[in-house]
């Protein structure tokens, strides 16, 4: 069958974790704009640095970035980057994921075991995620199974990432929450607008999950004869 054809049956595959990203991708732009309209007593700037105050990690710096919904924490830098909608905004919406972030940076500092193997499986990841498809097309043009092995090796490596990564978000946000209400940045009562936005963004992790596996269990029965020519 033409690689095309393949790629056309991929996507059948993956079909349910597409649809389940748009719709994750729609919940965040609702609860997000929601939770903006719900105050807090910090900026989301101001929240992350009391949590990591706290924690006794002063060392970790936190610093704005462009872009929207861009933040994220640097564990090579120990630096928390916020976006400017996160960073000056005092709202739950920026407060929730500010929180998020330093619970990553809490994470590191504690040397919390999927964590450090997410950080360990980054290359490998970014490997497989770039060359995987070339070697694939290359070995079934080829018709060489050494490279083709390779590929599925290398989508291999993706999946084995995202599904390192869930705990890893999960922890982060489930820190969050804690931490927000133990604080007193979001009173209990306001927690709702914050759940809704983390929440919200777990389902955009289930859904890279759920694609990076399908993809690789399509990929393994095309070439172990589960799909045939």
């Given amino acids: 069958m033409p690689f095309f054809l393949h790629d056309f049956n ?10 389940l990203a748009l719709w994750a991708q729609m919940r965040i732009r ?25 924690a006794g990690l002063q060392h970790v710096t936190i610093e704005p970035i462009g872009g929207e919904l861009s933040d994220h ?3 090579q830098h120990k630096v928390l980057r916020l976006s400017e909608g996160v960073y000056r905004s005092r ?12 619970g990553h940076a809490l994470q ?6 999927p964590l450090v193997i997410r950080n360990l499986a980054v290359p490998a990841a970014n490997f497989g995620s770039g060359v995987g498809i070339v070697l694939l097309m290359l070995g079934a043009a080829l018709a060489m199974k050494p490279l083709i092995i390779a590929g599925v090796i290398g989508f ?17 946000s489930n820190r969050a929450k804690r931490l927000l209400v ?6 209990q009562q306001d927690m709702g607008a914050v759940n809704g936005v983390l929440n919200a963004a777990a389902w955009t992790y289930v859904a890279a999950t759920l694609q990076a596996v399908m993809t690789l269990l399509y990929y393994v029965s095309l070439f172990t004869g589960g799909s045939r020519d």
Avoid at 10 to 19: D, E, S
Avoid at 108 to 113: G, L
Avoid at 156 to 172: H, I, K, R, S, T
Avoid at 182 to 187: D, K, L, Q, R
């Fill in 10 to 19: 991929l996507l059948i595959w993956i079909a349910p974790a597409i649809l």
């Fill in 30 to 54: 609702t609860t997000y704009a929601h939770a903006q309209q719900v105050p807090a007593n910090l900026s989301g700037a101001g929240a992350a640095r009391h949590i990591l105050d706290a």
């Fill in 73 to 75: 924490y640097d564990p």
């Fill in 91 to 102: 709202s739950a919406a920026a407060v929730g994921i500010a929180a998020h972030e330093a």
């Fill in 108 to 113: 590191d500092a504690h040397q919390y075991a």
């Fill in 156 to 172: 291999g490596a993706v999946a084995a990432f995202q599904l390192v990564n869930l705990p890893v978000e999960f922890d982060a």
């Fill in 182 to 187: 133990e604080y007193g940045i979001v009173p």
